[in-house]
T-cell receptor, first 113, second 112 residues
């Protein structure tokens, strides 16, 4: 089936550093999402993105977070500066317009020390 | 704000049993209702979705939606150990932003 690729699979950084998580969505998909999951529990919506702009963001999407997809390349989530509570697995997903189904990547596990 | 709750939090059933998972949501104008399954350390994968009231069956899985009751469910017939996973229900927001909110999750363990 359609594949979403996430890089890196795991990153360990010190608190206060910047991190960029990369997502290569399904090629013909137009909606992109980032979700945060802690300890294998609830998948919490962070933000979604369409046509070069943020459609909606949650309260979890702090000012230190940003997303972009420059020139149709990777869809990125940047956190600057990181905090201890940012430690989680971040999942990227993509979908077609009007079709609800999301296709997820395998996740990027972020550990902030 | 859309609230999506699941019950039970966890469930242990014997192989061959019927398993029923529940999801409640807060906005009856929601448009997309789905169940995803996530094996440990893996990506969530869509199992089934439904857009209007009623029932839909695919193999051992049946999804049932009642918008008036703000409730939908997943039933797994003849549960298998390979069905052991975290089950997440998902609901789209009734807006034009395509936001999809996930429930709190039900962890299912099927014992051989």
């Amino acid at each position: 089936g359609p594949k979403v690729l996430q890089i890196p699979s795991h990153q360990i950084i010190d608190m206060g550093q910047m991190v960029t998580l990369n997502c290569d969505p399904v090629s013909n998909h137009l909606y992109f999402y980032w979700y945060k999951q802690i300890l294998g529990q609830q998948m919490e919506f962070l933000v979604n993105f369409y046509n070069g702009k943020v459609m909606e963001k949650s309260k979890l999407f702090k000012d230190q977070f940003s997303v972009e997809r420059p020139d149709g390349s990777y869809f990125t989530l940047k956190i600057q500066p990181t905090a201890l509570e940012d430690s989680a697995v971040y999942f990227c997903a993509s979908s077609l317009p009007g079709r609800g189904q999301l296709y997820f990547g395998e996740g990027s596990k972020l550990t902030v020390l | 704000q859309q609230k999506v709750q699941q019950s039970p939090e966890s469930l242990i059933v014997p192989e061959g049993a019927m398993t029923s998972l529940n999801c409640t949501f807060s906005d009856s104008a929601s448009q997309y209702f789905a169940w995803y399954r996530q094996h440990s350390g893996k990506a969530p994968k869509a199992l089934m979705s439904i857009f209007s009231n009623g029932e839909k069956e695919e193999g051992r899985f049946t999804i049932h939606l009642n918008k008036a009751s703000l409730h939908f469910s997943l039933h797994i017939r003849d549960s298998q150990p390979s069905d052991s996973a975290l089950y997440l229900c998902a609901v789209s927001m009734p807006s034009n932003t395509n936001k999809v909110v996930f429930g709190t999750g039900t962890r299912l363990q099927v014992l051989p």
